[in-house]
T-cell receptor, first 109, second 116 residues
């Protein structure tokens, strides 16, 4: 099956810092999503981004499908950004998302 | 309020005692799925359902059963739970599933299951 690798596995930053999270995948995909799992366990969909760039407030994401990676940018981090960020992909013809192992982000006040 | 609900939220049980985790959504979604989350492994899909009476295996279906008799409900059944099924379980739903197009996935709050 398709492999999804996220880096770094853990990231600790001071409030106000910027961060870049990376997602590499091993095969062509036609669907890529980023999720945030908050410290209480709730999973929230951040972006649907199989290619190109999208922005939503302080968050933005870029996927370069031909090179099989996606980046999630968080600017001016806040403590509420803490949690685990997952990327998930759908390989062509599959009816499901395959998740990466996540990046745990901790923002220190 | 649009939501996916799961019950129970926490469950401790013993090996071999059948259990059911319920999942219900109030958004008239066609697609529903179950995931388990384990440390270092991310989320792995157990089963999914494209619509009523249509279910299929995900990546880790062994030891689980599902049914989809109504659009809103998608229960997860563990006929004979074992300790390796101790995990955090999530139910999710989306309006539909069309390959290459994303409908937003809504996740339930999770069910933490411990099998002793």
């Amino acid at each position: 099956g398709i492999q999804v690798e996220q880096s770094p596995p853990d990231l600790i930053l001071q409030e106000g810092a910027n961060s870049t999270l990376r997602c590499n995948f091993s095969d062509s995909v036609n669907n890529l999503q980023w999720f945030h799992q908050n410290p209480w366990g709730q999973l929230i969909n951040l972006f649907y981004i199989p290619s190109g760039t999208k922005q939503n407030g302080r968050l933005s994401a870029t996927t370069v499908a031909t090179e099989r990676y996606s980046l999630l940018y968080i600017s001016s981090s806040q403590t509420t950004d803490s949690g685990v960020y997952f990327c998930a992909v759908e390989r062509f013809g599959n009816e499901k998302l395959t998740f990466g192992t996540g990046t745990r982000l901790t923002i220190i006040p | 309020e649009a939501q996916v609900t799961q019950n129970p939220r926490y469950l401790i049980t013993v090996t071999g005692k059948k259990l059911t985790v319920t999942c219900s959504q109030n958004m008239n979604h066609e697609y529903m799925s179950w995931y388990r989350q384990d440390p270092g492994l991310g989320l792995r899909q157990i089963y999914y359902s494209m619509n009523v009476e249509v279910t299929d295996k995900g990546d880790v279906p062994e030891g689980y059963k599902v049914s989809r008799k109504e659009k809103r409900n998608f229960p997860l059944i563990l006929e004979s739970p074992s300790p390796n099924q101790t995990s955090l379980y999530f139910c999710a739903s989306s309006l539909a599933w069309t390959s290459g197009y994303s409908y937003e996935q809504y996740f339930g709050p999770g069910t933490r299951l411990t099998v002793t």
